[in-house]
């Protein structure tokens, strides 16, 4: 009878072990996420724009952290920096008190800046980048959607959380047995025009033949209630759809689009023809403006990102040469060029039929006709809506001084409303 009872437990025990192993393991771990992000989003950088005093103490409090979590450094002359120079546009406003010069005239002066680069070594043939850009539009530059007083814009969740992201799998993934090298590289000047991944691709610090695909992380940091993520690029291998819905243990719900080419860092590396994927939670109304701060954050959502991350890069070992495809909605010749714009922010995250607006800007064309948030554009004139390729090329349709009927959707019903440009 003891035998028994001892052979019962034993199975029990085992059949436990094994069920407990057979459930995805779900890390959270967000207290570490919210020091590093309320840091780089605090008062104290300034908003870090690319080549002012705030972004380059971004930069070193980032190579600490690679230095610190045992990373090697991988930008130049055996740094984690990798350094630029650019001219930033609109031009500097120069105030000078020299007899006969004028007061706030701009002049054009080059600035530096460096990407934040450092390598985990794992001896292998090949390397995946984990990418996300740091720096942010300061006090307001020309990117900033903010009418009032000059104020700190502090990007918490653009980008500060993917930054925070990139750090949380820095220190999941340095113990990890992997069979890729894996490049984290943290770019500037991404606000100005992707300046920072455009300049490591033409100065890559390592082989980019080597290089099996990219991933980039900009702006994940506000999961929203039904746990939607963005993943942009998946057209650009034919197994990326598959690995990653393998990789959503969380049961986020994931929407992809094909595209390679986006406004993020992401781009460059897809024009080299090499995979790309971009993570993205979607936009809200305090992008780019002053209120875009670390208290709005969803800290489990980053988490819950970067879980979906590691598994990723964990899953991907069994691929060691991905396949590139080229998507034809990213083909320059096919891309729709545009005049006029309705000035409304699009909700990325969403898969129904049409064009979702998630905001709308005061005194633009939209605003004007009565169009609101939440608003499905279908139809302009006749030409019908179905998705944001198709609504970009209804905008290319028109030209400044035309009008047309936008017919939207709004609590199950379709309206019509007069805009003009």
């Not at 004007?368 to 019908?384: E, F, L, P, R």
Request: aromatic share 8%; charged share 20%; hydrophobic share 40%.
């Amino acid at each position: 009878m003891r035998i028994a009872k001892c052979f019962i437990f034993t199975f029990f025990l085992v059949s436990l072990l094994i069920a407990c192993s057979s459930e995805p393991e779900v890390k959270r771990n967000s207290a570490q996420v919210k020091t590093d992000l309320y840091y780089l989003a605090s008062d104290s950088l300034e908003g870090r724009e690319t080549g002012h005093e705030g972004a380059e103490k971004a930069a070193l409090f980032l190579e600490e952290r690679f230095k610190a979590m045992g990373l090697a450094p991988a930008g130049e002359n055996g740094t984690y920096f990798q350094s630029f120079d650019f001219v930033p546009h609109p031009p500097i406003q120069q105030h000078t008190t020299e007899k006969g010069a004028q007061m706030g005239m701009a002049v054009v002066k080059e600035l530096s800046s460096s990407n934040v680069i450092g390598l985990l070594d794992k001896k292998a043939e090949e390397t995946i980048i984990i990418g996300a850009h740091y720096d942010h539009v300061g006090w307001g530059n020309s990117n900033s959607f903010h009418t009032g007083t000059p104020a700190i814009h502090n990007g918490a969740d653009d980008n500060a959380s993917g930054v925070s992201a990139l750090l949380e799998l820095i220190e999941r993934l340095i113990e990890t047995d992997l069979k890729h090298n894996i490049l984290f590289i943290c770019f500037s000047g991404e606000e100005k025009g992707l300046y920072g991944s455009n300049y490591f691709c033409d100065h890559p610090t390592i082989a980019m033949e080597k290089v099996n695909c990219m991933l980039n992380m900009d702006m994940v940091g506000r999961l929203n209630e039904s746990n939607t993520l963005a993943i942009n690029g998946s057209g650009t291998s034919p197994i990326w759809e598959a690995e990653v819905n393998y990789a959503n243990a969380d049961s986020l719900h994931l929407v992809f689009s094909e595209s390679g080419v986006g406004p993020s860092d992401h781009t460059s590396f897809y024009l080299e023809d090499i995979p790309v994927l971009h993570f993205f939670t979607g936009q809200h109304d305090d992008y780019h403006k002053p209120t875009d701060d670390s208290d709005k954050i969803n800290y489990e959502g980053i988490v819950l990102v970067a879980n979906l991350i590691e598994r990723l890069v964990i899953g991907l070992d069994n691929n060691q040469s991905m396949e590139f495809l080229r998507t034809k909605d990213s083909d320059p010749e096919n891309t729709p060029a545009f005049k006029v714009t309705l000035g409304v922010i699009p909700d990325y995250l969403f898969d129904g039929v049409g064009m979702r607006i998630d905001g709308v800007s005061e005194d633009r064309p939209a605003h004007t006709a009565g169009i609101i948030g939440g608003d499905i554009v279908v139809q302009m004139d006749d030409h019908i809506v179905t998705d944001m390729n198709t609504y970009m090329e209804g905008l290319a349709m028109w030209e400044k001084g035309d009008s047309a009927m936008v017919t939207v959707v709004r609590n199950g019903e379709r309206k019509p409303f007069m805009v003009g440009w």
